[in-house]
Nanobody, 122 residues
């Protein structure tokens, strides 16, 4: 069982930056996959990025070069640095986790945070 707590969402102008944080608690080990999903009104939930134990990341094409995922294992904290934000990035962002060695956006994640709203305006 893992609990996820997110922070860092807010409103920002197009071209600006935000950093999301997610702190995991409970049974956390090196086999815990983590990532970020997002969902905009009227759209399906989209996998933004996932990260595995060696730091390799699987990014959606829409965010490559703009978003960067990282983690601090000592603090059990996951980060998403979002730069050059666009209007299309507006969505509710969710921190996710699963137990396993396969960490891809297409994997089935069964632990979810409450979500944090990101709104990008012109």
């Amino acid at each position: 069982q893992v609990q996820l707590v997110e922070s860092g969402g807010g409103s920002v102008q197009a071209g600006g930056s935000l950093r999301l944080s997610c702190t995991a608690s409970g049974y956390v080990n090196s086999w815990l996959c983590m990532g970020w999903f997002r969902q905009a009104p009227g759209k399906e939930r989209e996998g933004v990025v996932a990260i595995d134990s060696d730091g390799s990341a699987d990014y959606a094409d829409s965010v490559k070069g703009r978003f960067t995922i990282s983690k601090d294992n000592a603090k059990n904290t996951l980060y998403l640095q979002m730069n050059s934000l666009k209007l299309e990035d507006t969505a509710m962002y969710y921190c996710t986790a699963r137990y396993g060695s396969t960490c891809r956006r297409s994997s089935a994640y069964n632990y979810w945070g409450q979500g944090t709203q990101v709104t990008v305006s012109s």
